[in-house]
Structures are given as C-alpha cells and as structure tokens.
C-alpha cells in the first residue's frame, strides 16, 4: 500500500508532532491526501525549545491545528529514576496525553514518525506505543530515513536536512536519576555549541557527573581551534569536561 492510499484510509486523523524530519513529513503527506489533521506537541523537559520553535514554523506554512501541551514527564517515577527501560514510561506517559487529548478533540487515531529505519530491537519506547495502538503509517509503509528526507526535500520542507536530534534524556547514562537541572545544563551546552558551528554532536554527562563531547570527524578541526571556548563553556557547567576522541557517526 502507498502512503497515500494508507491516509486516505484514515481520513480523519491525529498526528504526534515533535518537530523532526519524520512526523514532519507525515503531517505534509496527510494534509496532501486531505485528511482532517490535528498535531499535538507534547512539551517536556525533554525537549530543547528549538523543536518547539521548529514544529510551529511548520505548522504555520501546512495550516494545520496545532496543540502544545505541557506534560511534567519527570513526575512519573520510573522516568526519573532512569532505568534502561526508562523510554517506555517516557513514551506511555506522552503517548497516553496525546491519545485522551485526540479522543477529546473527536480524532479517532493517532498517528507517530516512526519510520522503517526504525528498528524495534532494544527500543523500549516503540512497546509502549504498539501497547496503545498507536499508527506508524512511514513504518508500516516501509518508507526510511532516506528516503523522508529526499521527499521532505522535494516537498520543499525546511525540516529535510534537519540533523536527528534525540531527547535530552539521551544524555544521561541509566541509573543516574534525571534532574530538570540536569538537563538544562545540557541544553544550555548543546545551545552554545550550535552558536559556535557545531552540529550533529552530542554532550553526554558521564558517570562521574562530567561532561563528555562527542563531534564527528569533520568538526574535529573547528573543535581544536575553539578548544579555549568550548572549555569555558563545558567547565562553566560541569566539573570535569573530555572530548570522545572516537568519532560520532553522522546520524540518518
């Protein structure tokens, strides 16, 4: 089945927004086959507020109704303990806002980004959307990263070269317990370093409670000649700061 006639099938539909590549396109390729759409961003300190930014930039050039909603992720226990099944909590939690917020608004489904690039091997988030029968119309399509993004592009989406982001929460190792300080350490890094020309990088609290920079090869050079900057900044919020030396492969 294309995408288009799977659409079509739903002709009325919700749409869990995050602001990436992946539900981006899928909100342009409903509103194409005309079904009555309505996104839902759920606001988390998970979030960094550029995908916010990003996800109303979009939705005001698509026309879409767009609701934000502020979800205190952090008050479920297990998301704050940061188990390595931390993920599906995270995902239940939202996905059940974003599935009562649809039935209340009359939208019979829910429809998400993921893709089938996405593998459900060791990816506690993606139970937790099948568990409440969430649609993943690019997956179940077997449309992939690559190809979103050549779509994205001819669609003439701002989103297509949009490097992966994945949640702040990504930056703390499990077992170590999430902090709404904590991640606005991270963010505040993560903000500076796109200031200065970085992209597709992460910083990553380690388990001594330092900070860890990961850059793919290609930055290397920008990182040696900022190193001063980037010492400063790190060092301004954590107390030790390193450089992974093993290049980060770019992300899809």
Known sequence: MTL?????????????????VDSAYLLYAAKQ????LHAYFVKSPFQPHFELEDAKKLI?????PFTVEHLEV???????QNPQNRCYYCKKAIFTRIKKLAER??????????NASDSSDDRPGMKAIQELSIRSPLRECGI??????ELSKQAGLFTWDKP?????ATRIPSGIEI????????????????????????????????????LTENQFPNAVQQREKISALLLGEFPEAVLDLVPRKPEA
């Open 179 to 214: 902090s709404p300080q904590l991640l606005e350490k991270v963010e505040r890094c993560e903000n500076e370093l796109f200031s200065l020309g970085f992209s597709d990088f992460r910083v990553r609290v380690t388990a001594s409670g330092g900070a860890k920079l990961q």
């Open 4 to 20: 288009t006639d799977y659409l079509k099938a739903y002709p009325k539909a919700a749409v869990a927004f995050s602001g990436g």
């Open 74 to 80: 952090l008050e479920v226990p297990e998301v704050a």
């Open 105 to 114: 608004d009359g939208y019979p489904v829910v429809f998400d980004g993921t």
């Open 164 to 168: 992966a982001y994945a949640c702040l």
């Open 33 to 36: 086959a005309r079904c009555d």
């Open 60 to 64: 005001a050039s698509l026309e879409i």
């Open 144 to 149: 992939t990263k690559r190809e979103i993004r």
